[in-house]
């Protein structure tokens, strides 16, 4: 039997505009029972050439059964994505689903003077990723990502009750790694899942998938129909191929973006090591300063050595003088002394 792969997001909300196929596909994944879905798309367009091509972020407003006559209302996010840059644009969407005063219920809380109080309470959120690409280290087709309450101090999980602060402010996710999905099957959500196998598409042809209807489960069936006869619709059929045109177009987009990241890389490793290259040159520089203040250093030594001792031969040649003078006083001092004793002869 052949099917429109469900990969491309046009397939993939036909199956899902189908509120039956919608809860068996997303109540398998949760493995709670889903009692109704309100579909609520979010589109926005993206253009390339010549063609518009509709972007679906699909929510649902789930009412989810949890015992006998017990429900909660819960939002369902889900997300595909072809590319790992997916990842701002699905915090974005989350971000706006938190934000979303709408994403609400109102409930009664009776007083203890008997009268009835209304309560708005935020919704909790679940979130379901489908990935094209694999994950960097776990190499599972399905992964649950829950929230559970620790007692730090007594190092305990706390089983007893939900807190609506905490519900309000975390969730649980769900990751579909579809290039982990294995040809054989061990669990009913696998064969189920296997709808998504990129691994089963014909050889020349990316949208459709070849799979055998009697491997799955009859409740299944439903499902496999409908992405059976999306196969016979003129515009699933074009739009795939325009998200064909579009994904070419993000990933030539994508390598070329990787492309500038490298050599910016490579321009500020070059910088670097220029940067590096200058350090060292100015380390250099700095040494040989350096020397050259010691010479300069040693150099005023030396110059003040040679002053000292400069003027240490004045004072010397200052007492030489001094005692030569002496000498001439004595001198005449003499000579008059003998001309008196040649007088007096």
Do not use: W
């Not at 074009?238 to 890389?265: C, G, P």
């Amino acid at each position: 039997m052949q099917i429109a792969n469900p990969i491309y997001d046009v397939v993939f909300k036909y199956l899902l505009e189908d509120s039956k196929s919608a809860i068996l596909l997303l109540s398998a994944i949760i493995d709670q029972p889903i009692e109704t879905l309100e579909f609520l798309p979010q589109e926005g367009s993206s253009y390339l050439k010549n063609h518009s091509l509709t972007v679906y972020r699909v929510d649902f407003s789930a009412k989810i059964k949890t015992g006998e006559n017990e429900f909660k209302q819960v939002i369902i996010e889900i997300q595909k994505a072809k590319l790992p840059s997916d990842i701002m644009r699905f915090r974005r969407y989350l971000g706006e689903q938190y934000a979303n005063k709408d994403n609400r219920y109102i409930a009664s809380k009776q007083q203890k003077n008997g009268t009835i109080k209304k309560i708005s309470t935020p919704l909790p959120i679940i979130t379901l990723y489908f990935l094209a690409y694999p994950l960097e280290h776990h190499r599972v087709p399905v992964i649950k990502v829950d929230r559970r309450y620790h007692d730090v101090v007594k190092n305990e999980i706390l089983t007893n009750h939900k807190e609506t602060f905490i519900e309000s402010l975390t969730h649980d996710s769900y990751v579909i790694q579809i290039s982990q999905l294995d040809k054989e099957q061990k669990s009913e959500l696998e064969r189920l899942l296997s709808i998504f196998d990129q691994k089963r598409h014909l050889d020349k042809d990316s949208h459709i998938l070849e799979l055998k209807e009697e491997n799955y489960p009859a409740k299944y069936c439903r499902l496999i129909r409908r992405l059976q006869r999306a196969i016979a619709e003129p515009e699933v059929r074009k739009t795939m191929d325009v998200e064909d045109d579009y994904l070419e177009h993000l990933e030539n987009q994508e390598r070329l973006i990787e492309k500038q990241e490298q050599r910016l890389e490579e321009n500020k490793q070059k910088l670097e090591e220029k940067d590096q290259k200058l350090e060292e040159k100015d380390q250099k520089l700095e040494e040989k300063d350096q020397k050259l203040e010691e010479k300069d250093q040693k150099l005023e030594e030396k110059d003040q050595k040679l002053e000292e001792k400069d003027q240490k031969l004045e004072e010397k040649d200052q007492k030489l003088e001094e005692n030569k003078q002496k000498l001439e006083e004595k001198d005449q001092v003499i000579e008059k002394l003998l001309e008196q004793l040649k007088k007096q002869k």
